[in-house]
Structures are given as structure tokens and as C-alpha cells.
């Protein structure tokens, strides 16, 4: 009647695919307990780790809980308690986790009634509370596991992909905290047929990558024309430390998520450790406080 699980972070976008491409990370991320209860509905009774609402309707994983017992027959309710590891806004899916954290949990406790792609719908809920924007790209793929791609949102499509064998992404976060509501009101919300074509040319490229395992193929397609020039303004030394882990052997580099984390994806783990002590290099020179993780893609 109770689990203890594991909640991992995710990047989200990877670069070219705003909105529609996702990763999970293997060594970040929350704990949580899951317990069913006679009493009705969800009832967090422990966050531990960050400064977040606890009443159901404000946290993310009692909103995305509440859409699964809105079409779950079951009388009951669930207790719940979250242990954060991620911190709130740094761009590794820190919602995202909670909130599938929740769903999956709830659903494996009731012998699986739900599919996977409708819990990342339930998930979505708590995405909308988060941000104002019910996006897929990081509760996906903390589902599914692995990448994934949100073929297409109404009606939803998740595309698993394929995990490259030496894939590894080096996360560094530095210690800002920047709310993907605000991150997005600044983007824009037109973009031209000729940045489109750039765009969705790099999408392509790096699905068709990633399945086989064309190190080279990730590395051109990790490119961003449309979201990151205007993001990456807001994250401390975004430029320097880009360069320092390409210098170093990424494959490529860009922004998690919304922001600030910054990601790397690098072939073999010497090299991502390569390109994490550069990428480090780079905070200790201009001063910024930061933390950094290496994550084998699996
Ligand atoms: N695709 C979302 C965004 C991810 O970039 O706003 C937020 O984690």
C-alpha cells in the first residue's frame, strides 16, 4: 500500500526542439512516498528539500494527482511525500518530477489502470499550474524514461527514442533562479518560414541521430535558432562556458529547459568529465556559484 520512488530530472527542448523534445536524467532527481488511504483525495503531508505549497490545489503533484482520481474509479485517496532533491526554476524539471512522481506512483499502487501516455496527460496539469503552458517535454520523458519526442499535442503522440549507448549529458547549474513563466513571456511568438526550415531540419537531424547512433549527426543537430538567442541572455556567462565545452569535446551544448541549467551532450563519460571541469572552469573565473552533475542517458 505505500511506495518509495525515484523522480528524475529531465532536460527539456535539447537544444532544437522547443516544446517537443525531452531527456531523463538517471542521477538527479526526488524521492517520493506514495500511500493509499481510505480518506478521499490527495493530502501532501510531507516536501521536505524546497519551499513549496503543500494545499493540494497549489502543488504540482496534488493537481496532477487530483486529474487521475477525476477519472480513476477508485474511492480512496492518497497520502503523499516529497523529498526534493531539484531545486524550484533551475530548468531540469523540477515540476515535472512531482507531478509524474505522483501520477506513476498512484497508478502502479491500483494495479495500473492508466497507460503511460495518460498519466503524462495528468502530469500535464501540474505543468500548467507551474508555468501557465500544460507542456509535455518534461514529464514525458520522465515517464517513458530515456529521450522522447511530443509528436503532437491535440491529440497527444509520445515517440520514445532511441538512447545511444555512450550518450552522457553533464548538467551545470548556476545558482539563479528563473521561473519558465517569465521565460517565456519573453520569447517570440512568430518566427519566419526560413527559421522554421533551420529549425525543424535540426529536430529531424537529431531524432534521426539518436536512433543511430550518429554521434556526429547529435552533435550538428544540437542547434538552436529560435529560442535560445533570446533565453540565453539571461543566464550568466551562457556564451563562455558553450564554448569551453565544445573546446573540450561536447557534442553539443545549450540550454535546459527554460533555463538557467546549462547541458552538454558528450560521447564516453571521460569526455563529459572533460567538459564538466570546463564547463566549471569557466563559473570559478567570472564567480558565479554553481552545481554540476554527469548523467549516463539510459
Ligand atoms: N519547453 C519548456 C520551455 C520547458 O522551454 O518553456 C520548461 O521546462
Redesign the pocket.
Known sequence: NELRIFCPA?I??ISCG???L?VALDSVGDEMVIRKVSKKGIHIIKLEGQDLPMETHKNVAGVAGMAFLGESDYGGGFEIEIYKKIKAGS???S??ASSTGAVWGMNQLLGRPFTTLKLVEFAMEG?KLA?G?A?A??VAPALFGGFTLVRSYEPLDIIPIHNPKELFATVIHPQIEIK?SD??KI?KTNITLKEGIKQWGNVGGLVAGLFTEDYDLIGRSLVDHI?EPI?SILIPGFNEVKASAIASGALGCG?????PSIFAFSKGEDTAEKVAQSMKNVYKKIGIDHDIHISKIN
Open positions: 529531465t527539456a527542448n522547443f516544446d517537443v525531452g530548468g531540469i524539471g515540476s515535472a505543468e508555468s503552458v507542456h517535454d518534461n519558465t521565460s517565456r520569447l529560442v533565453r540550454i535546459s529547459g527554460s533555463g
